[in-house]
């Protein structure tokens, strides 16, 4: 079992930055994949970033260069670094945890851009 809390999210204007934290109650180094997810209103979930337990980081078109995953195993915790953001950005975001034991999920953190 894995509690995942995400934090970081806000309002920003287009053309600015924020960075999103995913803190793990337990240690995230035995964790097959994490990942970050956002949903806009009316819209299905989409991936945003995923980063495996070897480092290998992978990201779709719509927000590669411009996000940046990254994991710190001694605090347990997954960033997501976001720049250059766009109002189509603007989503509910969600942390996600795969292992072979389970799928988790955390409750989200809002982001809002502005134009």
């Known amino acids: 079992q894995v509690q995942l809390v995400e934090s970081g999210g806000g309002l920003v204007q287009a053309g600015g930055s924020l960075r999103l934290s995913c803190a793990a109650s337990r240690s995230i180094f035995s964790i097959s994949t994490m990942g970050w997810y956002r949903q806009a209103p009316g819209k299905q979930r989409e991936w945003v970033a995923v980063?495996?337990?070897?480092?290998?980081?992978t990201y779709p078109d719509s927000v590669k260069g411009r996000f940046t995953i990254s994991s710190d195993n001694a605090k347990n915790t997954v960033y997501l670094q976001m720049n250059s953001l766009r109002p189509e950005d603007t989503a509910v975001y969600y942390c996600?945890?795969?292992?072979?034991?389970?799928?988790?999920w955390g409750q989200g953190t809002q982001v809002t851009v502005s134009s």
């Open positions: 996600n945890a795969f292992a072979v034991s389970g799928d988790w």
């Open positions: 980063i495996t337990s070897g480092g290998t980081t």
